[in-house]
Every structure is written in C-alpha cells, then in structure tokens.
C-alpha cells in the first residue's frame, strides 16, 4: 500500500453531522463537517493519550477527544485542553496530521501523504459529471480482497469472455473470441490503459433496444495511479457507459469501492436503480473471482505467475508500483503489523515538511533499495 494518493474516505451522503471513522491503508482516520460544511481528514489518534477521535464530538469547528476533551480544528491544531484552563497557551507540538480533503463525485478523497500540492497526482476526472446529455450514478461496497488485484481486474481484458456472461460467451463461442491487439491510451505519468474491440452478445433486460442481437462492442479501460480505475463501454453506435472507480484499501484483506458511473441514454432518474443493479450483478461477478486469488497479495515478481501479452498494462501498472516504491512511497506492513501493538502510527501530512517535533511516529516506509532491486526483476520481466 502507498501514500501520496488520493484516496476514497466516504461518500458525500455518508458524512454526517457526526464523526465518522474511517480506516485506510491500514491506519485510521477521521472525517468530520465543520460549520461551513466543509469535509476535513485527520490521523484518529489524540496525541494526549491515544484516545479515538472519532468517538467523539464535533464542537463548532473542530473534533473533540471522548477521553480528556481535547480538541482539534480542520487542521490538525489542537485548540483547547481543558485540563490547562481557557487561557492555557497550547504548545504546537499537540498537532496531529491533517489531510487535504477534496469532495467531488459525491465523494470525499483524502490525500494520505506528504506530497506539495503542486507534485500531487490529479483525482481521475469524471469528465461527464453534470454535463448536458449525461448522467450519474454512485454506489459503493467491500470486498474481501486486496486492492492491487482488483485495479489489475479492471485493467484485464481476457477476463470479460469467462467472468461476465454479459459481455462475453464463456467461451462457447471459439470462432470469434480472440483478445485481438490492444490499443494503448497513455495517461502520463500516473496511468495507461487501452481500447479493444470484441464481439459480445445480446444486450439483456431494459438495455436489449439498443442492441437486440449480438455485435461489436468497443471497450476501453485505464489504471490511474495506484487505486483509480477508468472503464468506457460502447456497446452500440452513441450509446455510452462510462466508469469511473476509486478503491480505498482498508488494509492487505480488505478494500471498499466507490464507483460512479455515467450514461448518455435513459436519462430519467427511475433508471438510476436499474443501473445500479446491472453494475452490482458485474461487480459480484468480479468479487467472486478476486476474493479467491491465490496468493491473495500481488506477487512481488512476475515469474510468480505467467503472463501473456493481453497482460500488457497489468505488467504496466506492476512497474509503475514498484517505481513509486522507489521514491519511498509504499509502506512496511510488515513492520507496521510487528510494532502495532507498541507504536501509535500516523501517515505523514504535507505540514510534516515545514514543522519538525510530532508525537505520532510517521509510519514506516518499505526500504527503497530492495523495492529498486524489485523493479529491475519486472522491467526485465516485462520488456
């Protein structure tokens, strides 16, 4: 798992008037309105004595400790310890980490890391979110997987013929089932995806009148940083689906997703609950499959499993991994589970850059020269 990411931490409608906690990249977290509205991300751990914040209270703009009623504003200033009396000056060294919170898509991301914003990746653009013509669903659910094995998932274009009895034939059609070439889309420095062509079957249910017999069906789909997934259907001549899904991995078993998704037909809001339903039985069927991996961790070296050329942009997304794992990004869980029971964690914030003396240790990161030595293994694997 990886900091420098922005990362899912609830939906809008989700977040309340209470606190709500969250657990992301094994550690947890809490989010909370202030009086204006506005969603803030804060480490849960109160620096006094390790207290839960999300137990307890939002007091005007800030969130209040349950154990000794400390508080803290938006921005990880603690302004108030009763037990010092109101005109008590409060050492700044009381701070916990704050993150900045971005709230679009009728979701609330958290940047868990200590990036500037100007070196910070882009949240993956919904670029048809309220536009004419188009329109938008959000749904979200758990799985019992881990997360790299679900974006390798969405980036898999082999997987459709034998999952999904939707979009492919279970293999009973050998005449016409071929990968084909992959067209590649390069998305910069955090991404790449492709577009493929492949014969699919009848369209089924409300969906049928687009395309009542078996055609061409155009996909395209794309990896965006270390947890955004982008997924465009074309089953027909103008008729649009596209995709867009944000995973927060709550730690190496479990991951939530968020998944918007818009469409240029049936633009009533009654078939909102249809396509909801449709994406569900997808998703389900992709569960399924991820939740019964072996190994269920992405293996460190791709010799671990064989891949073939419709593999291409997993091996992508696998190199670009272990090259943000180069730049000290990806976390030591393995240190991380071995102190847990004798160190309060904390992912560093952007503020650790500029102010020194925290409380909360900054969670340990993997060693950057064995995860180098790790990536030549999959450039040389993979080239």
């Known amino acids: 798992m990886y900091i420098n990411f922005w990362y899912p931490m609830s939906s809008t409608a989700e977040l309340t008037d209470q606190p709500l906690k969250v657990r992301a990249l094994g550690q947890d977290f809490v989010v909370f309105r202030d009086t204006q509205g506005k969603a803030h991300c804060l480490a849960n751990t109160c620096t006094h004595r390790g207290g839960s914040l999300a137990l307890g209270k939002i007091k005007g703009d800030c969130i209040q400790c349950p154990y000794h009623g400390w508080q803290f504003d938006g921005e990880g200033h603690c302004t108030r310890i009763p037990s010092l009396g109101s005109k008590a000056n409060i050492p700044g060294r009381t701070r916990i980490d704050a993150y900045p919170v971005d709230e679009r898509y009728g979701v609330v991301f958290a940047f868990l890391g200590d990036l500037p914003e100007a070196e910070r990746p882009p949240i993956l653009a919904v670029k048809e979110w309220e536009q004419t013509g188009w329109r938008t669903t959000l749904q979200h659910f758990q799985i019992n997987g881990y997360y790299e094995r679900s974006i390798e998932n969405g980036v898999d274009p082999a997987h459709n013929e034998y999952v999904h009895d939707t979009h492919g034939f279970s293999g009973e059609r050998e005449d016409i089932y071929n990968v084909g070439d992959m067209r590649v889309e390069d998305g910069g420095i955090w991404g790449k995806g492709f577009w493929h062509t492949f014969q699919a079957p009848p369209l089924q249910g409300d969906l049928k009148k687009f395309r009542p017999g078996e055609g061409t069906l155009e996909a395209g789909t794309g990896y965006h940083g270390t947890n955004h997934v982008w997924t465009y259907i074309h089953p027909g001549p103008n008729f ?144």
């Open 240 to 383: 649009f689906i596209h995709q867009y899904l944000y995973e927060r991995p709550i730690d190496e078993k479990t991951t939530h997703l968020y998944l918007v998704c818009a469409r240029n037909f049936s633009l009533e809001e009654k078939t909102d609950a249809y396509v909801i339903e449709r994406n569900q039985y997808v998703a389900n069927q992709d569960i399924k499959i991820i939740e019964n991996l072996r190994p269920a961790i992405t293996p460190d070296k791709n010799t671990k499993e064989f891949m073939v050329p419709s593999d291409s942009v997993i091996l992508e997304y696998r190199a670009k991994q272990k090259e943000w794992a180069a730049k000290g990004w990806k976390i030591d869980m393995e240190e991380v589970e071995r102190t847990a029971s004798r160190v309060a964690y904390a992912i560093p914030c952007p503020a650790r850059r500029q102010t020194k003396g925290w409380v909360l240790d900054p969670i340990p990161m993997a060693d950057v020269s064995k995860q180098a030595e790790a990536a030549g293994d999959l450039k040389a694997v993979s080239g």
